[in-house]
């Protein structure tokens, strides 16, 4: 059974910062695999935020988010981090965490939804101007 669990938002003013959570349960769930944040703001279509691969170095962003957020992950807790700085107002959506493919290279992007088969029940991320 796979379960992730999305924490860490909330109601922050522009110019702050938050710090979202998602824990992976289940046997094998989070090992060698890529994890990535989403958001989906209403009306909008859901975009990829930020991704890696949970047995490699490397980390990939879309380019609205570069040199604000940070991706991150601690493989003993089977956790994926995104470290939110200098929100504004188009950060408000609704932030998803997702499994996808267990492979480092090769097929869909990172950044791209599709391969992606397991997703948390979301975040709210708020930020008011």
């Known amino acids: 059974h796979v379960q992730l669990v999305e924490s860490g938002g909330g109601a922050v003013q522009t110019g702050g910062s938050l710090k979202l959570s998602c824990v992976a349960y289940?046997?094998?769930?989070?090992?060698?695999?890529?994890m990535a944040w989403f958001r989906q703001a209403p009306g909008q279509k859901r975009e990829a935020v930020a991704a890696l691969y949970t047995a490699g170095d490397s980390t990939f962003y879309v380019d609205s988010v570069k040199g604000r957020f940070t991706i991150s992950r601690d493989n003993a807790k089977k956790t994926v981090y995104l470290q939110m700085n200098s929100l504004n107002t188009e950060d408000t959506a609704m932030y998803y965490c997702a499994r996808g493919p267990k492979v480092r290279s090769g097929g869909y992007c990172y950044l791209e939804s599709a391969p992606y088969n397991y997703w948390g029940q979301g975040t709210q991320v708020t930020v008011s101007s």
């Open positions: 289940g046997e094998g769930v989070y090992d060698n695999a890529r």
